[in-house]
């Protein structure tokens, strides 16, 4: 299956948790409908937003079969897989491109720290190496706040000389806006993804190629609205009010926030359970969450875009 040259709004879906903590496969499947009914151009489950790293590798490849075998297009998939093992990393990607996804979002590895770039180029590497597929689209994972690792200029330079056709794109997590514009200005052509809707359309005008955004989880078609009117003389009002969304999500504890926003969207209540060692926002936080997104006109779930 060809590699998805991935634009648009790209929602890196949340995890949902039974009571006991298990994951949640049939919500897990109602979330990513609902987030593709609303606009969602594709989903990038596995992430930050989707507690990844609080999840095993059964649990992941599980996951990620129950959304292909409920009927949704393995090319609107872009799974994360970065771990700090080669033979882990190798084996999540190994499964998600046999399973036809549009490609893989891959963290550098991030326990040991400081690495050189020789290093952080040896593994992925490495793992292009050992997949040795053609339909391999490898998108690069920067978010050094979290990771304590990040992905230098300088590598994804050579990335792309060896592996132009395989290294695609990459997701800038980082929160700093002037390295997004670095990656843009020193690499057109390379698909770049900021993590904020917020910058939307001046990223897009310098050359980006959409959002993946945790708060893709909570307005979906506000964003698919935005993207559609890039150009338009509507774009300006129409960031304005997705840029207003993103700051109430995120003046909360922004996993939490978002998992208890798509609960009360979708009426699950369970939703909004997070893994240890994340904890759930108080009933108060809640409210004032869910008041600020209703006075910022959030549009009801279900709202046509």
Partial sequence: MPKTAFAGLVVPVITPFSADLEPDADAFVRICRHMLDEGAHGLAPFGTTSEATSLSLAERTTLLER????????ACLLPGVGLPSLPETVALTRHAV??????????????????????????????????????????????????????????????????????????????????????????????????????????????????????????????????????????????????????????????????RAVAERLGEPGIARPRPPLRPLGDAQAADLMSRLDAAGLAPAGAAR
């Fill in 67 to 74: 959304l292909v075998d409920s009927g949704i297009d393995p």
């Fill in 98 to 259: 046999s399973l036809g996804c549009g490609g893989v979002l891959m963290l550098p590895p991030f326990y040991y720290k400081p690495v050189e770039t020789d290093g952080l180029e040896a593994f992925y590497l490495e793992v292009i190496d050992r997949v040795g597929s053609d339909d391999l689209g490898l998108w690069l994972y920067h978010i050094p706040q979290m990771a304590g690792v990040g992905i230098p200029l300088d590598l994804i330079e050579r990335l792309v000389r060896r592996h132009p056709s395989t290294v695609i794109g990459i997701k800038d997590s980082s929160g700093d806006y002037d390295n997004t514009c670095a990656i843009l200005e020193r690499f057109p052509g390379f698909r770049v993804f900021p993590s904020s809707e917020g910058v939307l359309l001046d990223a897009t005008r310098r050359g980006a190629v959409g959002c993946i955004t945790a708060s893709g989880n909570v307005n979906p078609a506000g964003i698919r609205r935005l993207y559609d009117a890039l150009g338009e003389p509507e774009a300006e009002a129409l960031q304005r009010g997705v840029a207003e969304i993103r700051a109430i999500v995120s003046s909360f504890p922004l996993i939490p926030a978002v998992k």
